[in-house]
Each structure stands twice: as C-alpha cells, then as structure tokens.
C-alpha cells in the first residue's frame, strides 16, 4: 500500500546534502522571483488559525453535540478545505515511534539513505504498516461524514474511491534547514491531486502555510494532532461543494522539519466524477469524468502548479 513514489521537482535527500555541506548561499535554481518569495510575519501571535475540531464529538451519546461536531466539520471544509483533529483515535505513541524512525533516516549518511530511496517502506518495515493503517481507519471516518454531510449516503466516499482497493500511501518530507530562508520555499504552492491528505506536522517547527482569502496562513500544530486537508478528487466528487485548497511549505535557518503526508487516494482505475445528487438544473456537472491514473500524470509532467490542474478539468 505505500509503495507510492510521487515525484516532485524538489529533490528532497540532495537538499539535505547542500544543506549539511554548510552552504551560506543558496543556488539559484531555488531562488523563487520576488512574488513568490514568503513574507515573515513580524507578529505571528496576531494570526488566525485553520479551525481544530475535537473527534470526540462525533461519538458523544448527546446528539446535539454530534451534529455540532459534524457541523464543525462541514463549516472548515467549507471555509478553509483545511483542519487540524484531535483525538482521532490513532495511538500517539504509533505517532510519535514513526516520526522518530523517519528522523532517524534522515540522519543517515547519503549513502546509506540512497539504498533505500526508491523504497522506504521497506526501513519503515511493521511500524509504518501499523501507522497507515489506523490513519487510513480515520479517513474513512471522516470520509463518512464528509458524505452525510454532503447529503450522500454515508459510504458514498469510500465507494466512489473504490472501497477496500482504494489507493493510499505515505509520503515523509524532511525539510533540512536553509540559510535563506527568505529567498525560497521548501514545497511550491499546490493543491492535493488525491482524496484527502492527512498530515502529522512537525509540532516543533512551523512551516505548513494555507491559502486562505488571498492570505498565506502559517498553522501552528498542535501536539498530537493531525492536519487534514481536502484534494482536488473531493472537489470534484463535491462539485465544488468543497474546495482543495492551495498550501506551501515556508524553511527557516535554525531547524530541519519532519513531516508525514498520508494521502488517501481512489483506486487510479475509478472514474471520478461529481456525485449525481449533487448535480442539479442550477447546479449543473463542473468537471469531466477522469480516473485519478489520468488525472495523476498531468501532475507528474507539471509538478507543483497551484490549481492549475483541477481548473484543467472544468467542462467549459
Ligand atoms: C504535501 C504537503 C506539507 C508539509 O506533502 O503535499 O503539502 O507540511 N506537505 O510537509
Ligand atoms: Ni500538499
């Protein structure tokens, strides 16, 4: 199931190599043109955040407070196509025993980490296994109220993404730290190509910013809990009920950065399409049927490009 190698432009372990090397001038293939270089907030404590909502609600015998919750749910993927949960039931132990492991593998010499780059699931071994596992188990929780709350039968979701055979994988992104900050970023602005992505950010180390209002909005983690974010797929599932949201990843000088992206994805044979109920005379179908396969090769050929590639999808 993790054996998924997406390809991004930015080569993460060679990075790391410059970065160790002790460089104090980045080359200039990384330096961004100055309207896409991030802006430092002089006063972080002043800015807002991406919404937290407590999971536990949605299982409270009190069902006011779960239609709350799922509320909850519903406003964030409306306003932000981002959120952080907490208690969502994976063992923060798991957690925090798989960070460590993959803290441990960058730490590894160049030659040691370049055996293993084109298959890291096999160093991550059983703990990766079981990891995947309960935060797959906490998409499809959420993948159900993301269908009721669409007005979709609860496993609406999880079917159109091909049920058990659907596609998820992991991605762990190491940001090593860079002596000019200010000159570039550690990811480009993209959106989720997939279904949902579910991030266990670095609680030490901020980096995560959000679109948000022609805003860049940096999340601060909270301990324990993950950052969830909506793909390009529930857009267009959604009909654009809900939003992928655009995202970059900001590196400072002082701190390398670990973060684990479990991205729950359809089946790459399923066609994706938006859900009929959702399609009505005022309403009418935004976006041609793709399998994710086709949908995933325009990223691929591309790489980060903003939202570029769903609005590539819009039937005129
Ligand atoms: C990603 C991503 C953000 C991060 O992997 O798609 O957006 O904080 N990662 O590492
Ligand atoms: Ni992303």
Redesign the pocket.
Known sequence: MLNCLQSWPEPVIRVQHLSDSGIRVIPDRYVKKPSDRPIFDLDPSSEIDIPVIDMRGLYSDDESIRRKTAGMIDGACREWGFFQVVNHGVSHEVMARTREVWREFFELPLEEKQKYANSPSTYEGELGAEYSKQVVELCGKLMKIFSTNLGLKEEYLEEAFGGEELGACM?V?YYPKCPQPDLTLG?SPHS?PGGM?I?F?DENVS??QVRHADNWVTVKPIPNAFIVNLGDQLQVLSNANYKSVE?R?IVNSEKERV?L?LFYNPKGDMVIKPAEQLVTAEQPPLYRPTTYDQYRLYMRMKGPSGKSQVESLKST
Do not use: E, K, Y
């Open positions: 991605r992104n990811l989720d992505t991030l950010p980096g995560l995202h990843v973060s992206a």
